[in-house]
């Protein structure tokens, strides 16, 4: 392979365009890797999003927050993942025009997709900060049209960052897109710190339980808690890639530099398949819902076999010989229920 060959010459931001920069055993270890990922990324945020729609009582605004990162989460493992690898084994392969294309392909995808996952947990910050302060306001000030809105404007922001992202001819861009997640990390912070204070004074005033319809400030910190969680893989996923772009712009570009680009960009992935695990395990309304959702999927299965057993000659007449219905009555199934 020729080294000084240009890749993908016709894109305005410098890529890696230089094919010795490229490590061929990187790039099959990070395929198998993200090939791994992806599949459990994309079934568990699915398994979210449905568990979110099909519940009548998650319908407010913190679950519809929690629902658009699941959505975005879900385009990673069902989308950008599977782009990124055939990416890779296009160039394994020596099929630079279709590397190029899906190198573009995929840029935009990941931009597109990616891009919302901060706005959105900074809203689930700012979220949790107004229903500590609203209390019994919050239900009426903060609607899901107000969030649907809101989501909205993010992928206005996203179009508009993947247009710049094209549109820099330098990778000294990611330097914008580092002080953006500044900006996001000191609004959730600053409404963690706040939301604390709130919870202090509200347990002082209400200890271990509600009064004229107040907010819960055990179960209130248990979200924050989780918010916590989110955010600090939100960062030690992102930020590890964002610094070594950093670095690049500044230092140029090397084969150790790409393949720590290779690497962070993966634990950037791996922060779609990490959020539906948390909020699985931390928010107890959430997995209800998924009891209810892979309960009522398991009854509808049993249901659909005891249909063709019934309809089946063979089966129905083994059935009708040696089996009494009063001594067997039919199975009932009971799952949890989907509490606010």
Not at 48 to 56: G, M, N, Q
Not at 150 to 166: D, E, I, P, Q
């Amino acid at each position: 392979m020729n080294a000084s060959r240009e890749l993908c010459p016709g894109m305005t931001m410098s890529h890696n365009r230089n094919p010795a920069y490229f490590d061929p055993t990187t790039g099959v270890l990070i395929c198998i890797l993200n090939g791994v990922l992806a599949v459990p990324t994309t079934i568990l945020n699915f398994l979210l999003i449905v568990s979110i729609l099909s519940t009548p009582s998650l319908r407010k605004p913190s679950f519809v927050l929690i629902c658009a990162l699941a959505f975005t989460d879900f385009g990673v493992g069902i989308l950008v993942q599977p782009l990124y690898i055939a990416r890779k084994v296009s160039f394994l392969l020596s099929s630079f025009e279709t590397y190029c294309f899906l190198l573009k392909t995929g840029n935009v995808a990941a931009h597109i997709i990616c891009s919302p996952s901060f706005f959105i947990v900074t809203a689930i910050s700012v979220d949790r900060y107004l229903a500590i302060k609203l209390r019994n306001r919050y239900h009426t000030s903060l609607t899901n049209i107000h969030i649907l809105e809101y989501l909205a404007f993010t992928m206005v922001c996203a179009g508009c960052v993947t247009y710049s992202r094209f549109r820099a001819k330098s990778p000294k861009y990611m330097s914008i897109a580092a002080a953006l997640l500044c900006i996001f990390l000191s609004i959730i912070v600053y409404c963690y710190l706040k939301s604390l204070k709130g919870l202090r004074a509200i347990q002082v005033q209400v200890p271990r339980r509600r009064q004229d319809g107040s907010v819960n400030g055990s179960s209130h910190q248990r979200v924050l808690q989780t918010l916590v969680m989110i955010v600090t893989c939100l960062v030690f996923c992102y930020v590890p890639f964002v610094s070594v772009i950093i670095t690049i712009a500044v230092y140029g570009r090397s084969k150790e530099f790409m393949i720590a680009w290779e690497v962070t960009l993966t634990l950037l992935y791996l922060n779609s398949f990490l959020n539906p695990i948390l909020h699985f395990l931390r928010v107890k309304e959430l997995k209800q819902a998924c009891v209810a959702v892979l309960g009522k999927s398991n009854r509808l299965h049993v249901q659909d076999e005891r249909i063709e057993e019934t309809y089946a000659p063979e089966v129905f007449t083994i059935t009708n010989a040696t089996v009494n219905e009063k001594s067997h009555p039919p199975v009932t199934f009971t799952y949890a229920s989907c509490g606010a």
